[in-house]
């Protein structure tokens, strides 16, 4: 067994899975267990910077609330700024929003119009990516911005709910797979 592997699977052991949550019939994969042990939040976050490392990146991007404890880990370690995209109302300054849709209703993401300059090299975070809407709809943001979106980066991924095919020509790397 491969080192890469072994760590992944060392990191899987230490997610907690909790079945009917948040409704019956759903299985939640609660990274809170992974986020509490010291040395497993500081392998799950260098292996995710590692991917990232060799390329020039200003900008990390966490969306609410998740995103936020990635997202300033690897902006530190990859020499970056970090950019929170929030809820509605939470920002001080002049925002720009989009709207999107979800499996239960809609949402909305707001942005500061000057988080990003025109040509700044983007990485969105989040821990979890399951359909994509909420990362599709922080992209909007950022292109609307002028970011140049250089990926996306998200510390789970539910493979069978296929959510990377939204992002076609957009480097997606998650680290823990699940396939259901």
């Known amino acids: 067994m491969s080192q890469e592997v072994h760590q992944t699977e060392a990191l899987k052991a230490l997610v907690r899975t909790v079945p009917d949550y948040p409704k019956p019939g759903i299985l939640f994969y609660d990274i809170t267990t992974l986020l509490k042990d010291p040395t497993g939040f500081a392998t799950l976050t260098d292996a995710m910077a590692a991917h990232w490392l060799e390329r020039k990146i200003d900008l990390v991007l966490g969306i609410e609330a998740r995103g936020f404890i990635f997202g300033p ?14 809820k509605p109302r939470k920002l001080p300054a002049p925002v720009v929003s989009v709207a999107y849709d ?20 983007v990485l969105l975070v989040d821990d979890l990516l399951a359909t994509g809407g909420t ?46």
């Open 135 to 180: 990362m599709e709809a922080t992209l909007k943001l950022v292109r609307r911005l002028g970011g140049d979106p250089v990926g996306l980066g998200f510390a789970v991924e539910l493979d069978f709910l296929r959510g990377r095919e939204r992002f076609s020509g957009l480097d997606v790397f998650s680290l823990l797979h699940y396939s259901e």
């Open 73 to 86: 880990a690897l902006a530190y370690r990859l020499n970056a700024g970090f950019v929170p995209v929030r």
């Open 102 to 121: 979800l499996e239960y209703g809609s949402d909305t993401l707001e942005i500061h119009l000057d988080a990003i300059q025109p040509g700044q090299r």
